[in-house]
Nanobody, 124 residues
Framework: QVQLAESGGGSVQAGGSLRLTCARSRYASTMAWFRQAPGKEREGVATILSGSGMAAYTDSAKGRFTISQDNTKNTVSLQMNSLKPEDTAMYYC????????????????????WGQGTQVTVSS
């Protein structure tokens, strides 16, 4: 069992930045950030392999978001820059005991463990 707790959400104006952090109770092979806006499906934003640090992003996040990890502290972060109103959503941290990469790493079905979420609101 992996327990996850997100922090760092909030409200920001378009063009601003936020940093989300996920604290996990123990090591997991693959970590990811997802988001879900009202009335929409949960979307994979970024994923990272805990061992190698290899990361992948959804197209809308490329060049603006950066996923990183600190395995000594058991944390995974998502630095979000140049935020847009369409980034408004509940953001969730996810963990898997398996290795996932590429498109499958951005699929919610690949993850067994989920945090409670943290709200990000971007105003225009």
């Amino acid at each position: 069992q992996v327990q996850l707790a997100e922090s760092g959400g909030g409200s920001v104006q378009a063009g601003g930045s936020l940093r989300l952090t996920c604290a996990r109770s123990r090591y997991a092979s693959t970590m990811a950030w997802f988001r879900q806006a009202p009335g929409k499906e949960r979307e994979g934003v970024a994923t990272i392999l805990s061992g190698s640090g290899m990361a992948a992003y959804t197209d809308s996040a490329k060049g603006r978001f950066t996923i990183s990890q600190d395995n000594t502290k058991n944390t995974v972060s998502l630095q979000m820059n140049s935020l847009k109103p369409e980034d408004t959503a509940m953001y969730y941290c996810a963990a898997s005991s398996k290795l996932w990469f590429g498109p499958v790493g951005l699929s919610a079905a690949s993850y067994e463990y989920w945090g409670q979420g943290t709200q990000v609101t971007v105003s225009s």
